[in-house]
T-cell receptor
Framework: NAGVTQTPKFQVLKTGQSMTLQCAQD?????MYWYRQDPGMGLRLIYY???????DKGEVPNGYNVSRLNKREFSLRLESAAPSQTSVYFC??????????????FGPGTRLTVT | EDQVTQSPEALRLQEGESSSLNCSYT??????LFWYRQDPGKGPEFLFT???AGEEKEKERLKATLTKKESFLHITAPKPEDSATYLC??????????FGTGTRLTIIP
């Protein structure tokens, strides 16, 4: 069981470049999430997918797009990277049933620097 | 606005010196509180879920408790390998979590 995997581990982009961060989980979870973590800010939700076929904005969605490719995979795309998007990005997954809240399991993160 | 505050920001303890970390929240319908451990350069690792006031969970040297306004993570006789940042997260009205900024714990041998 790999849990939640993310690629790449590190990435350096120039302002204006685009890229896609990949995430996959093998726990058969319904819900998946993308967060960013910045010093002193805590983890902030970018987008989430409560179930296959649905996506919703989180707290900081501007400049990002997501795709729930299937139940296992959830990708995050930066169309035109900006220095403010320099951060560590984490993908997470959890079980989901209406009315219940379950713990989220996190991947190892992608460290992105935009110059 | 729903908020989660963790204190202290940083804590240094001698090996074996017990202490507690605090997570307080302003709530509009608490649906769950979660504790995570995060080591440098890694993703958060799930520790505990608490759903209602009075609930307690234990794992090795860690014990989490929950009241109506806050949660404590008690660490008993810590070892250097317990050094990490401990994160608290709260689910208020839906499946989304609001995270605190964490407590950086250092255990000195």
């Amino acid at each position: 069981n790999a849990g939640v995997t993310q690629t790449p581990k590190f990435q350096v982009l120039k302002t204006g470049q685009s890229m896609t961060l990949q995430c996959a989980q093998d726990m058969n979870h319904n819900s998946m999430y993308w967060y960013r973590q910045d010093p002193g800010m805590g983890l902030r939700l970018i987008y989430y997918s409560a179930s296959e076929g649905t996506t919703d904005k989180g707290e900081v969605p501007n400049g990002y797009n997501v795709s729930r490719l299937n139940k296992r995979e959830f990708s995050l795309r930066l169309e035109s990277a900006a220095p403010s998007q320099t951060s560590v990005y984490f993908c997470a997954s959890s079980e989901f049933w209406t009315g219940l809240i379950y713990e989220q399991y996190f991947g190892p993160g992608t460290r992105l620097t935009v110059t | 606005e729903d908020q989660v505050t963790q204190s202290p920001e940083a804590l240094r303890l001698q090996e074996g010196e017990s202490s507690s970390l605090n997570c307080s929240y302003t709530v509009s319908g608490l649906r769950g509180l979660f504790w995570y451990r995060q080591d440098p350069g890694k993703g958060p690792e799930f520790l505990f879920t608490l759903y209602s006031a009075g609930e307690e969970k234990e794992k090795e040297r860690l014990k989490a408790t929950l009241t109506k306004k806050e949660s404590f993570l008690h660490i008993t006789a810590p070892k250097p390998e317990d050094s990490a940042t401990y994160l608290c997260a709260v689910a208020f009205g839906n499946e989304k979590l609001t995270f605190g900024t964490g407590t950086r714990l250092t255990i000195i041998p």
